[in-house]
């Protein structure tokens, strides 16, 4: 699936007053990451995080991690606001990540369930490595092959999500991986209107650029109620913590 920058920015920026009681599995996968993360060390020269978005991995790593520098960056501006009321001494850099640069090499890039929004994933990874010091760190959540299932069952919407074993290989030619897991978090609701609400209040209604008719709406709904017998919506977080080679 072809990806529209603009259309994620718009969607993410509307859903952020209503994201934090609503990400109730990125914030799981926010813990688990930096947890994972400590493990091994939590003293950092220079922080920089990718899609910062309302602060739920900032506050973890606020509370987690020692660090000189943060850096943090979003598709959308207002994110600074967010991340400054939990570090104020910051470095925002607004822009797709893919295209940011900075003015010194990283020690730690992390970033929380923002990976499967690159089309092609080797190429972000990629990109860290080049602003990462030797031995930096890469750690970050993405989502697997399962995540939103029931949505790819009934109306076909899916991103380019990748096995665990695809995200080794990708990693392997340029990092050493320090630590691998993959688990489903299922999210149950009372009815499927509830769960379109999830996903709008979430942002992941950038799936589509387009707007659901109140008839695809309704076709939706009855289409979940025969396929399935209770309404649930299946997450594939996958966390991973890496060192450059």
């Known amino acids: 699936m072809q990806l529209n920058t603009k259309s994620i920015k718009s969607h993410f920026e509307k859903s952020m007053d209503k994201y934090d009681e609503n990400a109730i599995v990125q914030m799981d996968s926010a813990e688990k990451l930096t947890f994972a993360l400590t493990q091994f060390t939590n003293k950092f020269e220079n922080v920089l995080e990718l899609g910062c978005g309302t602060g739920i991995l900032t506050q973890k790593l606020a509370l987690g991690l020692s660090f000189s520098y943060y ?20 470095t925002f850099l607004h822009g797709n990540a893919i295209k940011i640069k900075t003015t010194k090499k990283m020690d730690l890039i992390i970033s929380n369930a923002m990976f499967q929004w690159f089309s092609n994933l080797e190429d972000i990874i990629n990109h860290c490595k080049s602003l990462l010091n030797k031995d930096g760190i890469l750690a970050f959540s993405t989502f697997g092959v399962e995540n939103f ?16 074993e695809q995200i080794e290989n990708i990693l392997k030619k340029d990092f050493d991986i320090l630590h691998i897991e993959e688990y489903t978090y299922t999210l149950e ?27 695809e709406v309704k076709n939706f709904c009855e289409k979940y109620l025969q396929k399935y017998e209770s309404v649930k919506l299946t997450y594939n977080p996958i966390i ?3 060192k450059a080679k």
């Not at 943090?72 to 104020?88: C, F, H, M, R, T």
């Not at 609701?189 to 589509?208: I, R, Y």
Request: no cysteine; net charge positive.
């Open 71 to 90: 850096y943090a960056n979003d598709l959308v501006e207002k994110s600074k606001n967010y991340v400054s009321n939990i570090i104020p001494e910051n």
């Open 149 to 164: 299932s029931e949505l790819k069952d009934l109306s076909g919407l899916s991103l380019n999500y990748l096995t665990k």
């Open 189 to 215: 609701f009372n009815n499927p209107l509830e769960l379109l609400a999830h996903m709008k209040n979430t942002g992941v209604n950038s799936l589509t650029s387009k707007t659901w008719t109140v008839k």
């Open 240 to 242: 991973v913590i890496a």
